[in-house]
């Protein structure tokens, strides 16, 4: 699979074509996507869906240029400090199921009716099938504000109705206290899972894998081979080598993590 480091970006609405890293990419999207809502669980969250979005479509592909409009996801350059700190938070990280990647569609406020209090939404719980109820007050002071009027008066509106609703997950995190891995569950089923396109292990919810561990780099995506089968082929065990990684930043006073290797 073609896993890209830089990321080429034509035909964008601001005119910033060009060659960027891909966590400057993916800080571009949500600046574009969602950049408004100044929320750190939404921008994690679409951080890590526009890194999956992107690294899905050109996983195949012998090239890694992307446009940066509608047609795949909007994208302009940014300096803004709280979308910076969720792509760094979340860096390296995508969504898979049965450990590979998939489309992470989304798209602003998709509905298909609704009543004096609640919109029902065309996403909702990707397990049971219930839609996604948003409030009637709430969406009358967020989505008109941000999307505009036309979005709350027409169902179905410029919306494609998969995977997350851009203004339900702000709405999930910021009025009900949805964690990001709820968010996920919710939108895109239980059996959805984080990894890093640096490693091949699960992510635990815990703690994000430094992609610029030496350890981690040329493994997984890029080579298929796993840091067990590494350490296998070493006679050593991942438990002795977190017990010496735990040794090194001990001595050199930098502290532990809870766990070096998952």
């Known amino acids: 699979d073609n896993v890209c480091e830089e990321i080429y970006v034509y035909d964008t609405p601001s005119g910033n074509d060009g060659t960027y890293p891909l966590e400057e990419y993916v800080a571009g999207v949500v600046a574009s996507e969602v950049g408004m809502m100044e929320d750190l669980t939404t921008y994690e969250v679409f951080a890590i869906a526009a890194r999956t979005f992107a690294l899905n479509r050109l996983k195949n592909s012998d090239s890694c240029s992307i446009p940066g409009n509608q047609s795949a996801q909007v994208f302009r350059p940014t300096d803004n400090e709280l979308i910076i700190q969720a792509t ?21 406020f998709c509905w298909t009716e609704k009543d004096d209090n609640y919109y029902y939404m065309c996403q909702g719980n990707y397990d049971t099938g219930e839609p996604l109820e948003i409030p009637v007050e709430w969406a009358n002071q967020y989505v008109a504000q941000w999307s505009g009027q036309v979005f709350l008066d027409n169902p179905e509106y410029m919306s494609h109705g998969q995977g997350m609703s851009q203004h339900g997950v702000y709405y999930l995190s910021a009025s009900e206290g949805y964690t990001r891995d709820e968010i ?11 990894m890093s396109i640096y490693q091949t292990f699960a992510y635990n919810g815990e703690y994000a894998l430094n992609p610029n561990d030496e350890l981690y780099q040329g493994l997984a995506f890029l080579t298929g081979t796993s840091l067990e089968e590494l350490m296998a082929n070493s ?23 809870s766990a070096v290797v998952g």
């Open 235 to 257: 006679g050593s065990s991942v438990a002795e080598l977190n017990s010496y990684l735990a040794s090194v930043a001990q001595s050199s006073g930098m502290g532990t993590r």
């Open 184 to 194: 996920f569950a919710y939108f895109y089923g239980s059996s959805s899972e984080l």
């Open 88 to 108: 760094q938070n979340t860096r390296g990280l995508v969504l898979t199921r049965d450990g590979e990647l998939f489309s992470t569609m989304y798209d602003a």
